[in-house]
């Protein structure tokens, strides 16, 4: 029994999922609603099934990249149900999930999982159709060449919500774009499960997201007394 927390993006989802099957869950995707909402979805759960958080076998977590923010928020709530209930701790990549869910989606040669970064940017990775890693995450800016070499070697699946930013510039018959495509922690079942047989679990106490580039924060214009900074 696994407890699945995704919070990478603007959707707040909590699951609940055993050997690998969801059993329930929970998301909104109100933007900034992570703070509010995770404890109350990860409560509701846990009560619906009847059972504490010690009744649980490991707790996953979408590990980035991502928001800044709701990947802080999601591993914070991880971290804290793993050292109190003293169950292991998974971590999932985010594009892996997202593999998963554009796996539903239908058969492509290939899934490309976008989430939307600053400008035309996009975080992205690459997996074949049998969930081999082609290219691992990094941050590309959108260009009309950008995925030529993949797309003239068969089909490509687009999505997240970073998939727009790409569509408004490829232009191939290969390249099928879901903008409509909705990341949620159902997409955790089958990875987490099988990150649980191998023991791959994270240390508690030093694990961290993977924000992938380092977070900028913007100074104010004006101070707090209303000076001119």
């Keep these: 029994m696994i407890l699945c927390i995704e919070t990478a993006t603007t959707i707040c989802s909590v699951a609940l999922c055993h050997n690998g099957d969801l059993i329930e869950k929970k998301e909104s995707p109100e933007e900034k609603s992570h703070s509010a909402l995770l404890t109350v979805f990860i409560q509701d759960i846990l009560k619906s ?4 958080a010690t009744s649980l076998d490991a707790v996953a977590v979408s590990k980035g990249p991502g928001s800044y923010t709701g990947l802080r928020i999601g591993v914070s709530a991880a971290k804290g149900i793993a050292y109190a209930a003293e169950i292991p701790l998974i971590a999932i990549p ?3 999930l997202m593999y998963y869910g554009g796996r539903a989606k239908g058969e ?7 989430i939307d970064a600053r ?13 081999n890693e082609i290219k691992s995450i990094c ?3 959108i260009r009309e060449d950008t995925f030529a070499e993949i797309i003239s070697k068969g089909t490509v699946l687009f999505f997240g919500d970073g998939a727009e930013k790409c569509s408004r510039i490829i232009k191939h018959p290969s390249a099928i774009f879901d903008e409509s495509f909705c990341i949620s922690s159902e997409y955790m079942c089958k990875p987490a499960l099988e ?17 992938l580039k380092d977070f900028i924060a913007t100074t104010p214009k004006k101070n707090i007394l209303g000076g001119d900074r």
């Design 49 to 52: 099934a009847g059972i504490k």
């Design 94 to 96: 985010t594009a892996e």
């Design 108 to 114: 492509y040669d290939y899934y490309c999982p976008m």
């Design 119 to 131: 400008r035309m940017e996009v975080y992205t990775a690459l997996y074949d159709k049998n969930g």
């Design 139 to 141: 941050a590309e800016i």
């Design 195 to 211: 990150a649980f047989n191998n023991k791959n679990f994270e240390d508690v106490a030093y694990f961290e997201p993977f924000y």
